[in-house]
């Protein structure tokens, strides 16, 4: 019987914790990304740990989409803080007169690439709003095949749950 007794307290304590824990995140976050690029973000949460973000964004008066699959894991010590990493892919296009960094400014470019990220999310725990900083290298494969490792930035989204 006693046993019975600590396994149910036990059961219900996990529920308990499982509940707060999930109460601290959120499912859907819409808003803006200012950095080397600017533009829009969305992030989805698929289950509590795994995450799709889409951005679309700016970079040498071109456009840019970005597609990422991400894994957040808790900071303990800060209540709704998780860092987070991943990978996805990019498909861009810049028009003439566009002036990037490289080869003829005349020309047109049609980018597709792969990224990284790895950053710090934040919600707050009493308001409808995130926060995320990151940091997302990407690879060109077409068009310009390099490397870009200058992108660092912060987005602020407001949340649904």
Not at 7 to 12: C, L
Request: charged share 20%.
């Amino acid at each position: 019987m006693l046993k019975k007794a600590i396994v149910a307290i036990v059961v219900v304590f996990i529920m308990v914790i499982s509940q707060e824990a999930e109460a601290q995140t959120y499912s859907t976050g819409v808003g803006l990304r200012a950095g080397v690029t600017n533009g829009l973000t969305v992030k989805h949460f698929l289950g509590y740990d795994a995450a799709i973000e889409g951005i679309l964004h700016t970079r040498w008066k071109g456009l840019v989409i970005t597609g990422l699959y991400e894994v957040h894991k808790d900071v303990r010590e800060v209540r709704g803080l998780k860092w987070f990493y991943g990978g996805g892919a990019h498909l861009g296009t810049w028009g003439n007169k566009s002036n990037p960094p490289f080869d003829d400014p005349n020309d047109e470019y049609t980018v597709f690439g792969i990224d990284g990220i790895i950053g710090l999310d934040y919600k707050f725990v009493d308001a409808p709003i995130n926060l995320s900083l990151d940091y997302k290298p990407a690879f060109n494969l077409t068009d310009n095949v390099g490397w870009w490792g200058d992108e660092i930035a912060l987005s602020i989204r407001f949340t649904f749950h």
